[in-house]
């Protein structure tokens, strides 16, 4: 079986002989590593297909990064609720990660959201979205995070792990201090992409 179509007819034959063992066999081949990593719309749409749930979930993470003009082609075989499920997926990803952006922005995010976590650092010095640090060269440091931020949104996707942020360009002159924090916020935002819901 050495395309995604072949497999298809095969889990197809196996179905309507109920053949327990050829579907198995053929639901293992689908997930295979290149198939999912190439081409995971393919296989997210056969596994709603089959009802394979399984598959449908481990294949949604990564059909979800693939551009949408490239699920519609896809449609007819995942059906409408596979179709609803990505969609979902993507818009829960796409609003978590403005959001965290939006939170990052004001390099104070930390006091909203860790306070329940990280109550036993009661100063609070050590938020992990800025900290306390202040210089001359803050609000210029803020300024240029808030480009970035603003920039990256223009073009941000939902399988984003908001890794972009790691490009930025550090020819500032930025004491320790504002670099530190910079990277502090970098981090945070990234732990906080990493919770978003990865599948449906
Ligand atoms: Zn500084």
């Known amino acids: 079986m050495d395309s995604i179509d072949t497999?298809?007819?095969?889990?197809?034959?196996?179905?309507g002989y109920q053949s327990t063992k050829a579907l198995t066999l053929a639901r293992d081949?689908?997930?295979r590593r290149d198939w999912l990593e190439e081409r995971p719309l393919e296989v997210y749409s056969m596994a709603c297909f089959?009802?394979?749930s399984d598959l449908a979930k481990l294949s949604s993470g990564l059909a979800v990064k693939r551009p949408?003009?490239?699920?519609?082609?896809?449609?007819a075989v995942m059906g409408r609720t596979g179709?609803?499920?990505?969609?979902?997926?993507?818009d829960i990803r796409l609003e978590g990660l403005f959001e965290i952006?939006?939170?990052?922005?004001?390099?104070?995010?930390?006091?909203?959201?860790?306070?329940?976590?990280?109550?036993e650092g009661s100063e609070g010095?050590?938020?992990?979205?800025?900290?306390?640090?202040t210089c001359n060269d803050t609000s210029r440091i803020r300024h240029m995070w808030s480009i970035k931020v603003e920039h990256l949104k223009t073009t941000l996707e939902a399988g984003s792990g908001l890794l972009e942020l790691f490009e930025?360009?550090?020819?500032?002159?930025?004491?320790?201090?504002?670099l530190v924090m910079l990277g502090r916020n970098i981090q945070w935002c990234i732990v906080q992409a990493r919770s978003l819901p990865q599948n449906i």
């Open 29 to 31: 081949h689908l997930s």
């Open 68 to 75: 949408m003009e490239e699920w519609h082609v896809h449609r």
């Open 125 to 133: 010095s050590e938020g992990l979205c800025g900290g306390e640090h």
């Open 50 to 52: 089959f009802k394979f």
């Open 83 to 90: 179709m609803e499920k990505l969609h979902e997926l993507h």
């Open 168 to 178: 930025v360009d550090l020819r500032g002159g930025w004491c320790e201090g504002c």
């Open 101 to 119: 952006l939006d939170r990052s922005s004001t390099f104070q995010a930390s006091e909203a959201s860790e306070s329940s976590e990280r109550s």
């Open 7 to 15: 497999t298809a007819r095969v889990i197809r034959a196996a179905l």
